[in-house]
């Protein structure tokens, strides 16, 4: 982790000890970095593919997991070889997901070109593509053997992916460590400009997502406290049909996360003022807060509920809930009604459209 | 493992303490058992879906496996409950596959109906699909919850299928058995029949499978010793197009087990008398021995060692081959050179083609 890790790349990897490496990329991040990585690779005496894929949500499919299965394959990376995901969350789940799987499971590295990938998608070991039924549910886990994060690359990330990598930054905070999200509150705009605040959030982020992940990595406890927002927000992208032009990931997450203060208000757990410094500092650093600001609306709660209540972390019927009792004091939330979310969304949906 | 163990499939399965299962089965199998297995399981509380797919070596495909995640999904399988494999070796390494991805894994059953998927596929927790590059080529290891191999269910297996899987049955006395190869001579007419010989027989081989599992999961090492006769075995299956027709996989490796013998015996490590003798016993048998038994031929040299090539038992480009010293002596030969396997290939062609 740091800046200008990318040039490095060739000596790391090749210290992997593999014959050939398969680049996963997509149409935004090649252009831009693909043609380095193989170089520095090729230098230290490395075979190299380089597979593209057209950028978006869309490309975590099963097509593309074929795709670039059978990429990999014509590469010949046997095992022991590697497939290195260059690019953003969606790269580095469906290429993870292909390492996975190829050869029932060749060596991972992860090259994270967004933020939210560096601080989130690159660490923990999920990987995964869509299905009709939601987000992530046909996948695997696969650890990656190196994760290479360059925070140089992010100089070139739209501003929009910039802001929806930061609500997972700012996540960590939230969910147990009031003190990191103080921090963020007063250095926001030194991750933005790319100062040596950015390398600093980066690696408390992944300090935090892996102190989490060591501790529970098949999720069965507390690795679901990583899904504050998630809940609400990967519904809200469900209604948004995964159209980025309307909503990327970290803004359903900036969304959610404030709906899950708000809601934890509404059942009487957390302080209004806490979910009020919350809103206050996502709306700040350019994210959405509510659902209102979503574009072209999102759907009624009775859409809303259905898209809940089809995501993953419904277990036995009753929806799991990641609540908070304030700022860095969240926790899960078992068996809540179906009615209390109900009477919730009533509220959010009256109250946000003036 | 035991005849009429069918019956009891919902006791044991509900004893998982799953609340919905999908059964995932074949449009020859689903017809015959589906609905007892169903109710079975509804018995004792279980919510069931069963999904039925076409039957073939074709079904391991992409297109399959989306389909069956998909419709798992449907069923609303949930962290903790079951995907069933009902059916043959395709069904299992199918359903088993679909089982390791969707959620990132859910539970597993297996309750196999061919000779080749109680003696061989069940055990051991390899799960996949095919590639255009090779069979097999994309999966997970998956173990299962439970196996459930009921023996009478061989009773409706075509006598064609039936053989194939003997030829597993044997391969665990060639590979180092040489007392149960002696069994298998024996006794072979019992296991065909349904006697008390079939259930010795299954029984037998998954304790051989079972224990080189145990030793080597991944297959770093000793397991590969259970791929004996499947180098050759498989090129054959890619070069007849995996067409059950022509060839199915059991007849690939009853063929590919004389080779491996007869190719020891050309290398100089195998006594002559030994090869003929498995020759003579898989004749015996049913089984198909050589080359030439291929209906609509199986290819010029260079076209077999092609396919030999692109299999995943090629590491750093040298071929790895099962061979054997005698009857029950197999080991791993790395770096057989191709020059060799062509050389005996050319003989093959010129002395099985009269
Ligand atoms: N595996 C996990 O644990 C985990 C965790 C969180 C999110 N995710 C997944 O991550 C995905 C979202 O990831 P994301 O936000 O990185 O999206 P993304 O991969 O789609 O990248 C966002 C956009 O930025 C572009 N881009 C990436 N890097 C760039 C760079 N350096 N310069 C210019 N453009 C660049 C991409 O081409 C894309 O258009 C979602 O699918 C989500 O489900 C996974
Ligand atoms: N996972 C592993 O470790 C492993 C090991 C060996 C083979 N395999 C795989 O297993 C597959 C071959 O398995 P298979 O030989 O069982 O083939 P299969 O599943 O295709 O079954 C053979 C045929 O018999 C039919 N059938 C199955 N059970 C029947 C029954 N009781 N009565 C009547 N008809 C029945 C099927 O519909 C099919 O037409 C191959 O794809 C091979 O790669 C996997």
């Not at 574009?295 to 809930?321: I, R, S, Y």
Request: hydrophobic fraction near 45%; include cysteine; glycine fraction near 12%.
């Amino acid at each position: 982790m740091g800046r200008g890790l990318l040039g490095e790349a060739g000596s790391r990897i090749a210290a992997l000890e593999a014959r050939t490496a398969a680049i996963v990329t997509d149409g935004h991040v090649g252009p831009l970095y693909a043609e380095a990585l193989a170089a520095s690779l090729q230098q230290h005496g490395l075979r190299v593919s380089i597979i593209t894929l057209p950028p978006g949500e869309a490309t975590k499919s099963y097509a593309s997991l074929e795709r670039v299965c059978d990429a990999v394959l014509e590469a010949k990376v046997e095992r022991g070889d590697l497939v290195v995901a260059l690019g953003g969350g969606v790269m580095g789940d469906l290429a993870g997901f292909a390492a996975a799987v190829v050869r029932r499971g060749v060596r991972l590295v992860q090259v994270p070109t967004t933020l939210l990938s560096q601080v989130d998608s690159s660490v923990g070991g999920k990987t995964g593509i869509n299905s009709l039924h939601g987000k992530n549910l046909v996948g695997a886990f696969h650890q990656p053997s190196l994760v290479l994060a360059d925070t140089a690359l992010l100089d070139t990330l739209p501003i929009r992916e910039m802001r929806a990598g930061y609500a997972e930054v700012v996540k960590y905070g939230l969910i147990d460590d009031p003190d990191f999200f103080a921090w963020c509150e007063a250095n926001w705009r030194g991750v933005f400009d790319g100062g040596p605040e950015r390398d600093e959030a980066v690696a408390q982020s992944c300090r935090a997502k892996a102190a989490v992940v060591v501790k529970d990595e098949r999720e069965d406890g507390d690795r679901a406290l990583l899904n504050l927002g998630h809940t609400f927000g990967h519904a809200l992208e469900r209604i948004t049909y995964y159209d980025s032009a309307r909503l990327v990931h970290g803004e359903g997450v900036a969304i959610g996360m404030c709906q899950a203060f708000r809601f934890s208000v509404a059942l009487g757990v957390c302080p209004p003022a806490d979910a009020e410094r919350v809103e206050a500092h996502l709306s700040e650093a350019g994210l959405p807060t509510r659902l209102a600001q979503v574009p072209g609306g999102c759907g009624t709660v009775d859409e809303l509920l259905d898209a809940m209540a089809q995501d993953k972390k419904v277990k036995g019927g009753a929806l799991t809930f990641i609540l908070v009792r304030g700022i860095g004091q969240s926790f899960i939330a078992r068996d809540v009604p179906v009615a209390s979310v109900r009477a919730f969304l009533q509220d959010e949906n009256s109250t946000s459209r003036p």
